[in-house]
């Protein structure tokens, strides 16, 4: 009961510019259940506070600060699809990212804090039930857009990114040692704008990387 009542009182900011309110704890799974603090600027709007992981025994399990991230006053978060509002992205993420068997968290960092103003996320994973926070594995959300997409089957992590309407490149990283290691990557450049599009595919292969380039022409309706 004291730990609950703890968890209730309201923080000073130095700053008078902030408050903090305290979002809901939700679990997010059998294991693990998340606290959020938000602190708010009321005279830009922006907000800013930290997510707190804690085992069902209540020892603290990590803490990840994040920035420029918006809550709801029921928001809440799923089991299975992690988020803290149906109305807002994916909060949190909890699932494997370095194909161990073990969970890790993917943690929201900024809402607006990759490419064309999507989601950013710190990942901390699982190491005898601690959670090591992984600025390569934070890379691939920071430098991509939104978060980075899991293929268990092929145990290798997919990214995007783009440059404006005509230009996007796909890439594909295996895991070596906790680390994603680039593999491959296919680019497709529609700025010509003269009815093809140009795919550009680079892959490694024993150490070099082999690159093949080829004309596409686009369907009669592409613009």
Avoid at 130 to 151: A, R
Avoid at 205 to 211: D, N, Q
Wanted: aromatic content about 16%; overall charge neutral; hydrophobic content about 35%.
């Amino acid at each position: 009961m004291k730990f609950l009542l703890s968890l209730t009182f309201i923080f000073i900011v130095s700053n008078i510019c902030y408050s903090q309110n305290r979002i809901m704890t939700k679990y997010i799974s059998s294991e693990y259940h998340a606290l959020f603090y938000e602190v708010v600027c009321q005279e830009s709007g922006t907000s800013k506070g930290w997510a707190i992981i804690y085992d069902n025994s209540h020892h603290k399990i990590l803490k990840s600060e994040f920035n420029e991230i918006q809550f709801s006053s029921d928001a809440g978060i799923d089991t299975n699809n992690v988020g803290l509002d149906t109305g807002y992205p994916d909060y949190i993420i909890y699932q494997d990212y370095n194909f161990d068997g073990i969970k890790d968290f993917a943690i929201i960092n900024e809402l607006y804090g990759s490419c064309y103003g999507m989601r950013s996320y710190k990942i901390y994973l699982s190491s005898n039930r601690k959670f090591i926070f992984s600025p390569s594995f934070t890379k691939l959300t920071e430098n991509y857009c939104d978060m980075f997409q899991v293929n268990y089957n092929k145990k290798i992590i997919s990214t995007f990114i783009k440059d404006g309407c005509c230009w996007h490149q796909e890439e594909e990283f295996a895991i070596k040692k906790n680390i994603p290691v680039l593999i491959s990557k296919v680019s497709f450049d529609y700025r010509e704008n003269n009815g093809y599009c140009i795919e550009t595919t680079e892959k490694l292969k024993k150490g070099v990387w082999i690159k093949n380039t080829k004309k596409i022409k686009l369907d009669s309706n592409y613009k």
